[in-house]
């Protein structure tokens, strides 16, 4: 098995010194790079980030000193190994203030050399895996905060995980409150792009006027109130990603902007020149935009640079399975992982059909843990609307007694959706909460066509009740 290749950076104007040097870690299996002058060292340093450098302390025009306070300057990682002459003490008690590692004291053997540098290498590996480890666990909790083991969320933990690896942008659909910016966080942190800034921005809450400046920044004097140059998200986001929430509320007027960062990766201030950003974009929104760029409300060639890879977030109604999950997640997560909640009570939370989704349920989790009457949450701690009688847990079906087939029961409720949006499908989707795609799909696995959604009101009931009324099977 071959082993990683060292590299040291050697600084010294002595050449005899400098050659001993070289040949003794050149032998030891390293890469050694040699300086005589200090501006010849921090120009190979520039180029070659050396994980470890030698310098000598006493150099004519800079000294050691000075290269070891640049080298921490730009690189505070680097190991610095100084060299002193006539075994002065102070001088290596300074340098080791300034951050060196070690240093050598002239005369000194070749092993002593050896054995520095190799003790150098072994701290920088242990650093490198503890970066790695830091990485790994940052990972896994943004990954945690993606709760659920359903077959749907399963879907989506395999897609975040494909294309964090890639560059391609993700246009991340659903309702509010189903996880949009943490599935986001998510590839992020599992991208390359990890090191980089994450800068979220919601579209939506920031006036038309003012979301031009703000996501490409401007120029001091290019509009009133502008006293100073400032830098836009896109800008700030350089060397990671940038998450556009709610991007299908950009003004019309600055989406060719938006596409041109998307084709050119290039970025335009307010009253200033094209600039060259390297960002990588995620996108979401709760609207349908391919039904927008049809109608023209959005751009349709920058929905298609948005939507290279469309991830859509199942509501939470959708995955019930998750709920008793995200339940004891939000317990653990508000201070209440020690408290109990009764089978009645998530029984109700079960059936609830949350319309705000992830963000409501921990809202109503937070609730109940601080306004419950004993030390385990029951029934009644429940929110007031979730306990009404009204409330949208109630049954809408009559369903007979011996059991009734879910596939005509979906059918049904597809057909009477339609029935009530005169057709219109982007309408129908919306009344059903479910993406237009998921309703065409819905469509062609049911067979329905045009001609059958010409049906009177109440088809649903009406099927309830006729198999409720129908004589059992003998």
Not at 125 to 147: G, I, K, M, T, Y
Request: glycine share 8%; proline share 4%.
């Amino acid at each position: 098995m071959a082993t990683e290749t060292k590299t040291v950076l050697l600084i010294d104007d002595d050449v005899s010194l400098r050659r001993v040097i070289e040949y003794t870690l050149a032998e030891a299996g390293c890469r050694v790079l040699t300086a005589a002058t200090g501006e010849e060292g921090m120009r190979l340093f520039a180029l070659e980030s050396p994980a470890v450098v030698v310098t000598d302390i006493q150099m004519p025009e800079i000294s050691g000193y000075e290269i070891l306070k640049r080298i921490k300057a730009e690189r505070p990682e680097t190991l610095v190994i100084v060299i002193t002459a006539y075994g002065t003490v102070d001088k290596a008690v300074e340098a080791m203030k300034l951050g060196a590692y070690d240093y050598l004291t002239k005369p000194f053997g070749r092993d002593e050399l050896r054995l520095v540098v190799a003790r150098a290498f072994s701290l920088r590996s242990l650093q490198e895996e503890n970066v790695r480890l830091r990485e790994e666990l940052v990972d896994r909790a943004e990954f945690s905060r993606l709760v659920g083991n359903s077959e749907e969320m399963e879907q989506v933990f395999d897609i975040v995980r494909r294309v964090a690896a890639s560059e391609a942008t993700v246009l991340i659909g659903g309702e509010s409150g189903t996880g949009k910016e943490l599935v986001s966080r998510a590839i992020h942190h599992a991208s390359e792009r990890r090191q980089g800034p994450f800068v979220p921005v919601n579209c939506a809450a920031i006036p038309g006027e003012l979301l031009e400046s703000e996501l490409f920044g401007h120029t001091r004097g290019s509009f009133t109130g502008a006293v100073k140059d400032r830098k836009g998200k896109f800008e700030i986001a350089d060397g990671g990603t940038i998450f556009l929430d709610e991007v299908g509320e950009l003004p019309l007027e600055l989406q060719p902007k938006l596409l041109r960062v998307l084709q050119e990766r290039e970025i335009e201030p307010v009253g200033g020149r094209t600039r060259h950003v390297d960002v990588r974009v995620l996108a979401a929104t709760n609207r349908d935009l391919e039904a927008a760029a049809k109608e023209g409300t959005f751009r349709e060639d920058l929905y298609y640079r948005l939507a290279v890879i469309p991830l859509n977030l199942p509501p939470l109604r959708a995955r019930r399975g998750d709920i008793p999950l995200l339940v004891q997640h939000f317990l653990q997560k508000h201070g209440g992982e020690d408290l109990q909640i009764s089978t009645e009570a998530m029984t109700r939370l079960c059936a609830w059909d949350w319309p705000g989704n992830v963000r409501e349920l921990e809202n109503a989790i937070e609730r109940m843990i601080i306004l419950r009457r004993g030390e385990i949450i029951e029934e009644r701690d429940l929110p007031p609307k979730i306990l009404s009688k009204g409330g949208r847990s109630a049954s809408v079906l009559n369903l007979p007694d011996e059991g009734y087939s879910l596939e005509d029961l979906e059918r049904g409720a597809v057909l009477e959706a339609l029935r009530r949006k005169d057709g219109n499908q982007t309408q129908a989707a919306a009344f059903l909460r479910i993406p237009r795609h998921i309703l065409v799909y819905r469509m062609e696995k049911y067979g329905i066509r045009k001609e059958d959604i010409r049906l009177k009101s109440g088809w649903i009931s009406r099927k309830m009740n006729s198999r409720a009324s129908a004589p059992a099977d003998k």
